[in-house]
């Protein structure tokens, strides 16, 4: 059974370490903040001037002038800080970012990213993505393993506009956890349910597998 975005958000918090400050993308990683674990603390920054985010407000709670890059509203935590776009850009291009998080419309198994544009529709811009695959320590990619039309997303090289050239680290998708190691991407684990095989056919570049790949544990 594969993974939901409530269950990838999941995962992707247990690559947080104690001390991390980390940048969330739009979409899925924005969950993430939901499930930091409780024995560690990490700062999240957000490229609109926000530094110390906390969990999703509950629903009758939220203050409108308090948002993410997304235009979500958000709570702080105690010492949070805010400041403007060209502080927070400086801090991103500083590299004092220790992890990203970002959705994608494709990665290839050399670790590039494309997130930001499809042709011939609408797009507001880029935003902060080129600078955060830049300059970022650590990127973790965020998806769905396949479109919605049930193409591979994981492919050999990506055929969209890039967003960033062999910066990926690891993906978690709705169906495995990968690693872009230098030989190309690496199975590390499987959503439960979710053999070995159907993660390789619905994977669009030859995948490491070493052993038996144990599921996440969520």
Not at 132 to 143: C, M, S
Not at 144 to 158: E, F
């Amino acid at each position: 059974m594969s993974l939901d975005k409530i269950g990838i958000a999941k995962r992707i918090a247990q690559e947080l370490k104690d001390g991390y400050y980390v940048n969330l993308g739009i979409g899925i990683p924005t969950l993430v903040a939901n499930f930091v674990p409780e024995n560690i603390e990490v700062v999240l920054q957000s490229e609109n001037g926000l530094l110390g985010i906390g969990p999703f407000p509950e629903k009758g709670n939220a203050d409108p002038d308090l948002i993410n890059a997304g235009k979500q509203t958000v709570t702080t935590i105690p010492g949070s800080s805010f400041f403007d776009s060209s502080l927070s850009f400086a801090m991103i291009r500083g590299g004092h970012v220790d992890l990203t998080v970002l959705g994608a419309f494709e990665v290839s198994d050399k670790g590039d990213i494309s997130s930001w544009k499809i042709p011939g529709k609408m797009v507001k811009g880029m935003g902060g993505a080129m600078d955060l695959v830049a300059a970022a320590k650590n990127i973790i990619v965020a998806t769905t393993h396949t479109d919605r039309h049930g193409q591979p997303k994981l492919k050999t090289s990506c055929d969209l506009p890039l967003t960033g050239v062999n910066c990926v680290k690891k993906i978690v998708s709705d169906l495995a956890v990968i690693e872009v190691t230098d030989k190309g991407f690496k199975l590390l684990e499987r959503a439960p349910g979710v053999s070995v095989e159907e993660i390789l056919e619905k994977t669009g570049a030859p995948v490491i597998v070493e052993g038996d790949i144990p599921e996440m544990k969520l």
